[in-house]
């Protein structure tokens, strides 16, 4: 439920994806979701399309589709999600059935991870226990210089430590990961993040706002009551909570804002071992990196040195005790969701209810699927992929990547603010990138990781060492360009700027994104802004500054910088509004990359799907048997994929932390700032969506 965030490097569709909250609380595969299918003749006809578009195309949708109890969101993306893992648990579950004789060495993992993970009587009887000696060991610190021996022991132990989110880890005071080398990605280096906080971000800490001080409040009664289920006091674990805000809030101070890291300019920071020392010389970064089992290396980046300067100072300033209490909070919290009933049911009411509205705690099996599918994701997905996405899909799926290329490469011709050399380093750029369709060409190798049917957390740390050992010995290595950052189930696709590639798992390419019993216009509009989203994101403000082999070099003129940067700058502030019902402002500076790439993405598939028709003899104005024509179904299918209905409490938790705009800003703002919108339902000038200043990046 903590790890909402996504890796910063890698530039997703869509965050939601990932939170840990979903569904309908019965029995199974049994209440999986009918997948929705796009119809032309589902929009509320009160409404005019020129006004309001996603209103027009979603208010039936929205009207249908209530929240479940136990989701904070309810849209295309989670009733997909909600299939997708219904599938996956079916296959899981006729694995767990096999006589053990039977299974092969994959299917032994799936099926006892399984086991463990649903067998609620082991885990209420002997989560603490497991936990108990880490905790015993943090209790008999002597003195401050351990503080490294604990953190290598956490980061070993809690899932996660490596994973660079927008606003840094979720890891114990930092992170510490592999990255590709900013200036040479051929090269994987390491990597320390600034991290410590379990909020989703700094401004969680240190807005001053009612409602802000109102989750600070419930956060701390949060902390006390783990601390008391842990076997404190109860004066004691209140006493504790309070320090651990306390030295949450000094690590907020101290790090990076969300919005500064979005410039990887910012986090280039190349260090030696020992430069890194002299921003902390209290922590003993060299015993760390030893118990950690990290390989020896030169060079490390530092995201933010000011992070690390400022951890001298909290290590310095707060005793002894503090840290323990600090440390045994940073364990207990990463591991709730994964121990006892009674630590699960108290992580959801802050973690789910507080910060994102949920009203019910999700079934078992979702829980575990979802922790399965982050453990062993690769194991799990083979089946997935074996059932659910057919060669023929991958295909098609292919060839309209292709044509999304070969329309990106004739726009970058087109544009007329862009110099011919400008323009020459886009197209080798474009060359270069790679695209990855569904699932890996190798599955990763689980044979080191050892699972058994008998302890959860057991499994999961083990997991959680397996996972940080992989990403810890591509140190001093050529960077891999194959690897997969999301598993075949996934409801989600990414860019990675530092490898060139765009990456649409299985779990995305199916309807409504992609409908194999739907036409191309219903297909480009959905799946193909996908692709074109995610193509894009190679050229949005981030992406604009990596070349074509990944790595951060100018490759603008300063003039199309300058030209660049204007119409940047029009996304960015169309994007930054006041929304009501969550009570906080949209910032269109930290959305500005995802706004680029929804706005730069349609047009890609839009001119797609107008090549695709006339080499059929067809065109945009031609109508399909219900009377709508090609161009509008176009519209409706790209609407269709955002209607969805948000929490008021996670609608204000996104808008704060992360850098994806809310759905109704995806549609509206997009169609408001296209010409072929206006013309496909007879908008005129003066209507809402006819942007008088329209922006276009791409
Ligand atoms: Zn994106």
């Known amino acids: 439920m903590r790890s909402f965030l996504l890796p910063i490097f890698l530039l997703s569709l869509f965050s939601l994806a990932a939170i840990a909250q979903t569904t309908p609380a019965t029995e199974s595969s049994k209440s999986a979701p009918q997948l929705d299918h796009f119809d032309a003749k589902k929009v509320d006809a009160s409404v005019d399309p020129c006004t309001d578009f996603y209103q027009y195309a979603c208010n039936r949708w929205v009207a249908d589709n209530p929240v479940p109890a136990d989701e904070v969101f309810w849209g295309s993306f989670g009733k997909l999600q909600l299939w997708n893992e219904a599938f996956v648990h079916q296959t899981v579950l006729e694995v767990a059935a096999k006589p053990a004789a039977e299974r092969t060495p994959v299917e032994q993992k799936v099926g006892d991870y399984w086991t463990a993970c649903t067998d609620e009587k082991q885990r209420n009887a002997a989560a603490l226990t497991t936990l108990r ?4 060991r943090i209790d008999a610190m002597r003195n401050k210089s351990e503080i490294a021996d604990i953190l290598a022991d956490l980061h070993r132990s809690v899932p996660g430590v490596y994973n660079a989110g927008n606003a840094g880890t979720n890891a114990a005071l930092f992170g510490f990961g592999s990255q590709p080398d900013f200036h040479d990605t051929t090269h994987v280096i390491g990597q320390f993040d600034q991290g410590g906080m379990a909020l989703p971000g700094r401004e969680f800490y240190l807005n001053d706002d009612a409602k802000s001080v109102e989750i600070r409040t419930k ?3 949060h902390i006390t009551r783990i601390f008391e289920l842990a076997g404190a006091a109860a004066t004691q674990a209140k ?3 309070a320090v651990v805000l306390q030295m949450e809030t000094a690590m907020a101070k101290v790090a990076m804002d969300i919005v500064k890291r979005r410039d990887p300019k910012n986090l280039d920071n190349e260090m030696s071992l020992d430069a890194v020392k002299k921003l902390t010389p209290t922590f003993d970064f060299s015993r760390y990196l030893q118990l950690l089992h990290a390989p020896a290396t030169t060079t490390f980046i530092v995201t933010s040195p000011d992070f690390f300067r400022g951890a001298e100072q909290i290590i310095q300033g707060e005793p002894l005790d503090h840290w323990k209490a600090y440390l045994k909070w940073q364990l207990l919290a990463g591991m709730a969701p994964s121990m006892s009933d009674d630590f699960m049911n108290q992580d959801f009411t802050f973690f789910a209810q507080t910060l994102f509205g949920a009203k019910e705690i999700q079934p078992l099996w979702r829980r575990c699927i979802r922790e399965e599918d982050r453990d062993i994701g690769q194991a799990l997905g083979q089946a997935y992929v074996a059932r659910a996405f057919s060669p023929e899909s991958k295909a098609r799926v292919q060839e309209m990547v292709n044509a999304l290329k070969v329309v990106l490469g004739q726009e970058l011709d087109s544009m007329d603010w862009m110099s011919p050399e400008t323009k020459k380093e886009a197209h080798v750029k474009l060359a270069a990138q790679v695209d990855k369709i569904g699932y890996p060409d ?13 302890n959860h957390l057991a499994n999961v740390e083990r997991a959680a060492a397996f996972e ?14 194959t690897e997969w950052g999301m598993t075949p189930p996934t409801v ?12 649409f798992p299985a779990g995305i390419l199916q309807p409504p994104f992609f409908d194999p019993t739907k036409d191309d216009s219903v297909n480009y509009a959905a799946a193909g ?7 894009i994101h190679g050229y949005d403000d981030q992406g604009r500054k990596y070349d074509a082999n990944g790595n951060l070099r100018d490759w603008w003129s300063a003039d199309d910088a300058k030209a660049y940067d204007k119409r940047g700058d029009c996304i960015a502030d169309e994007y930054t509004e006041f929304v009501p019902e969550a009570g906080v402002q949209q910032n269109g500076r930290l959305t500005q990359g995802e706004n680029t790439a929804d706005n730069g993405g349609i047009h890609l598939a839009l001119s797609a799907l107008d090549a695709d028709l006339k080499g059929k003899g067809q065109s945009l104005d031609t109508k399909g048997e219900d009377g709508v024509t090609a161009l509008q179904r176009f519209f409706l299918s790209y609407a269709n994929v955002w209607c969805s209905n948000l929490r008021p409490e996670v609608m204000r938790t996104l808008l704060l932390s992360d850098p994806h705009p809310l759905d109704k800003y995806r ?8 010409p072929e919108f206006a013309k496909a339902f007879g908008c005129h000038k003066g209507q809402a969506m006819v942007r008088e200043n329209a922006c276009r990046v791409w």
């Open 239 to 241: 006493a504790d909570a």
């Open 442 to 454: 190798h599955w990763r190798d689980y044979s080191a990781l050892e699972i058994r049917p008998d």
């Open 468 to 481: 940080l050992d992989r990403q810890l010995r591509k140190i001093g290595k050529r960077l891999d360009r």
């Open 133 to 136: 000696p880490q905790l015993q």
């Open 492 to 503: 989600n696709a990414y860019e990675d700027p530092q490898t060139n590639t765009i990456n």
């Open 219 to 221: 956060y701390v009664v």
């Open 529 to 535: 802004a996908v692709i074109g989203h995610e193509t």
């Open 667 to 674: 549609v509206n703002n997009v169609v408001s700032n296209m």
